[in-house]
């Protein structure tokens, strides 16, 4: 396994629409692996692969104290939602900013997991969350991007600062 580099907004590469996956073989089983250890080294509780600019639809996430229930989606697609819900979210590319975003309560998504075998799960609460965040990476959309455009700039006037910070 090995260690990716995240991509940080505002990378242009972020706003890549991932593609869908052929096929589960042992490349994408790798991309998995890799992208679990580093969601995990980075304290994160999921990761698309558009995220370590890998453009096809996988998604890894994981919400147990222990980090010891990986949860894997592949070609995920929300085919229902109701309710709606709002949350402080984080994100591994948008590092030390939190905001509040309004999302869907609940969701129904169908996907492969880390085999190639289907799956449909209905999910509310955090997972739910987790969820749509992921799959917005795959569409090319980081999630400050529900925020004002005032907020968009003071977030990224506040990560420009602390990039020339850690140089």
Same mark, same amino acid.
């Given at each position: &396994?090995?260690?990716? =580099?995240?991509? %940080?907004?505002?990378?242009? *590469?972020?706003h890549t629409v991932a593609k869908?996956? #052929?096929?589960?073989?042992? *490349? @994408?089983? /790798? ?7 580093? &969601?995990?080294?980075? *304290? ?6 558009? /995220?370590?600019?890998? %453009?096809? !639809?996988?998604?890894? &996430?994981?919400?147990? #104290?222990?980090?010891? $229930? ?7 697609? @929300?085919? !229902? ?11 591994? =590319?948008?590092? +030390? ?5 309004? *999302? =869907? #309560? ?6 492969? $997991?880390?085999? +190639? ?6 999910? $509310?609460?955090?997972?739910? @969350?987790?969820?749509? %965040? #992921?799959?917005? %990476?795959?569409? +090319? ?10 907020? !968009?700039?003071? @977030? ?5 600062? !602390? ?5």
């Open positions: &396994m090995a260690l990716l =580099s995240i991509l %940080h907004y505002p990378d242009e *590469r972020l869908p996956v #052929e096929k589960v073989d042992a *490349r @994408i089983r /790798q991309l998995i692996a890799d992208m679990a250890e580093t &969601m995990y080294a980075s *304290r994160g509780i999921g990761l698309a692969a558009t /995220q370590v600019n890998v %453009h096809e !639809q996988v998604v890894v &996430m994981d919400l147990s #104290e222990e980090k010891n $229930d990986l949860q894997v989606f592949i070609n995920a697609r @929300i085919t !229902q939602h109701s309710g709606e819900t709002t949350h402080e979210e984080g994100c591994l =590319s948008v590092p +030390g900013i939190f905001e509040t975003v309004t *999302r =869907s #309560e609940q969701v129904t998504v169908e996907a492969l $997991d880390g085999e +190639g075998k289907p799956f449909t799960l209905e999910a $509310d609460g955090l997972l739910a @969350i987790c969820i749509q %965040h #992921e799959l917005d %990476h795959l569409q +090319g959309k980081v999630f400050v991007e529900y925020l004002s455009r005032l907020k !968009q700039n003071r @977030i990224k006037s506040k990560l420009k600062k !602390q990039e020339k910070n850690t140089l």
